[in-house]
């Protein structure tokens, strides 16, 4: 009695704002005590409207009171603490909405710490003490504390269930196994629960192999990525050197052409400065004959035109002209002409699809431009069962899929789509790939998809073009369109029953097109895929349209 007035007198003295024993207790004028820190920090909280209240019954101060501690409360908190406090159970030991609670105590129930299948109670570690040392007891079932007690009498005879029967599969009690489970395959629930124990134990073992297969499994796949990673750290440090050498040599390539030509330039220019200073020394003479000539010729003195001519009039020696060559100028043409052979050989070289473990270590090629040119990128692709509708019949090795409106006897799987009739392919695409669909019917949307696209629910959820997950071609009768993330696009081009896609995954490149006799582009989508793709048939409207994947090679 006297630990339950301490108790009381503990939640009398406790602060209500932060529920423990009051500290530097204060009593503000409606009389309610609060500690100090407590009732400022409430207080600060309401000066900006400069109305102060009590936080248990809402009275309002104006202005906001002056807090004095109380210093009866003080000592009576001191006293608490020392007495009350240790006398009474600590608050964990206490039973609280989570806990089990025992059955024997009165008041406010302490924790159970057993429960008896006998006795169908729970009992506290105080009231529990009789199981321990009473031999009328001993044979009693101790568990851990269970809500669940009740579960263990039969609803019809209020009696025990401590027998199994196997023929219903279910914990009977002795009155049911002598009434309506007579003649039933019966046992005792403990044998029961020892045979059903040992094949627990063999399946904890089958399951705990196969965790340390698995962990070995995931050791190995490690050290692979741990393989990976160092081959193409080494590869792109090799690469960077190859190409730093590369471009070391073609930069002193250059400076060697750039000599080489100023070289030649200087001696084709002094070869030709030569000539003109040949040139120029012939002229000169000649123009100074020609002047002595003219001026012979306007003498009018006869004798001195006569006894002058024979020495003016005899022609000088004549020199060989030099011969002019324009070999120069089309020496330099064949330089650049050379240049722009090795530039294109190295365009090719660096062009060409180089691959290590199927991925690109090179610069993409371009998008071609010829059907031939995208025959190269042809990939064989089947259709997964797993994921089919079960309204979609397919054939011809899985290549085919065939709207039908009798349910097919698919095993149930999670990857199945339940709702949209839409089937991916088995295979994922990444790196530079190129399919054809051939359809008949009404329409098909030919499209590609994450893997971890929906499976049930909406179409915007789950079909193709409906969400962020996948990019679809709608082929509707004489019309196209594109879908993506709900969001459509019409889509202008020739009509036609195949259609070509186009997929570079690293590049981020989705083309569709229309292939007859000519192969025209639809639409082409420029994005960054994160995941790989997988091909993917949506078939819509009536029974017997179909889709299929066509053989390239």
């Known amino acids: 009695m006297a630990q339950k007035e301490i108790q009381l007198d503990q939640e009398t003295i406790s602060c209500s704002i932060c529920l423990d024993l009051l500290r530097d207790p204060v009593t503000i004028p409606c009389g309610h005590s609060y500690c100090m820190s407590c009732i400022k920090i409430f207080w600060d909280g309401e000066d900006e409207k400069k109305i102060h209240s009590c936080p248990q019954c809402r009275l309002t101060f104006t202005p906001r009171p002056v807090l004095v501690k109380n210093t009866t409360l003080a000592v009576l908190v001191e006293e608490l603490k020392k007495t009350g406090l240790q006398a009474a159970p600590a608050d964990h030991c206490y039973a609280g909405p989570e806990d089990v609670a025992c059955d024997f105590c009165t008041g406010r129930k302490l924790k159970a710490l057993k429960s008896c299948l006998v006795c169908l109670i729970s009992y506290c570690e105080k ?49 049911c196994s002598v009434d309506e489970h007579k003649g039933h395959d019966t046992v005792s629930a403990a044998a029961e629960r020892a045979e059903r124990q040992r094949q627990l134990e063999v399946s904890l073992q089958k399951i705990q192999q196969r965790i340390k297969d698995r962990d ?17 750290d080494k590869a792109v440090g090799d690469s960077e050197k190859i ?16 000599q080489q030509v100023r070289s030649q330039q200087k001696t084709e220019v002094s070869r030709v400065k030569e000539l003109q200073e040949e040139l120029l020394q012939e002229i000169t003479e000649l123009q100074r004959r020609d002047a ?5 010729s306007r003498t009018e003195d006869h004798n001195k035109f006569l006894h002058n001519y024979p ?74 069962p797993n994921t089919a509708n079960t309204e979609l019949f397919l054939s011809e090795g899985n290549r085919r899929a065939t709207l039908t409106r009798q349910q097919q006897s698919y095993s149930d799987h999670p990857d199945r789509f339940t709702e949209c009739r839409q089937v991916l392919s088995r295979e994922s695409l990444t790196g530079r790939c190129y399919w054809e669909v051939e359809w008949r019917g009404e329409g098909v949307y030919v499209a590609v998809a994450y893997k971890n696209i929906s499976r049930a629910g909406s179409s915007n959820e789950c079909g193709f ?38 997929l570079d995954h690293s590049a981020g490149i989705l083309s569709f097109y229309s292939i007859s006799e000519t192969m025209t582009l639809l639409h082409r989508v420029q994005t960054t895929f994160t995941q790989p793709l997988y091909a993917g048939l949506w078939l819509l409207y009536s029974s017997g349209n179909t889709a299929e994947f066509c053989k390239l090679k």
Not at 216 to 232: F, H, M, Y
């Open 311 to 384: 020495s003016l009039s005899q022609p000088s020696q004549p020199t060989d002209s030099p011969s002019i060559n324009m070999r120069p100028l089309r020496y330099f043409e064949d330089m650049t002409a050379a240049v722009t052979e090795v530039r294109d050989k190295l365009q090719d070289v660096l062009g060409e699809k180089q691959t290590l473990t199927e991925v690109d270590v090179l610069l993409p090629k371009p998008e071609p431009k010829t059907r031939a040119g995208f025959l190269k990128y042809s990939c064989e692709i089947t259709l997964d």
């Open 216 to 232: 070995e499994d995931v050791k190995v796949l490690q050290k692979e990525v741990e393989a990976i990673n160092r081959s193409a």
């Open 292 to 296: 002595e000539l003219k001026q012979l």
């Open 465 to 502: 073009g409906g969400n962020d997950k996948s990019w679809a071609l709608d082929c509707f009768q004489d019309n196209f369109t594109f879908w993506y993330n709900k969001v459509e696009t019409p889509v202008s081009g020739p009509q036609s029953s195949r259609v070509g896609v186009y």
């Open 243 to 258: 190409f730093t050498e590369l471009v070391r040599l073609i930069l002193k390539r250059s400076s060697d052409v750039k």
């Open 127 to 175: 009231h529990l003490q009789p199981h321990y040392e009473s031999p009328a007891f001993e044979k009693h079932k101790l568990v851990e504390p269970s809500r669940k007690l009740q579960e263990n009498i039969c609803s019809r005879h209020d009696e025990v269930m401590k027998i199994f029967c196997r023929t219903d599969q279910q914990c009977i009690c002795y009155l």
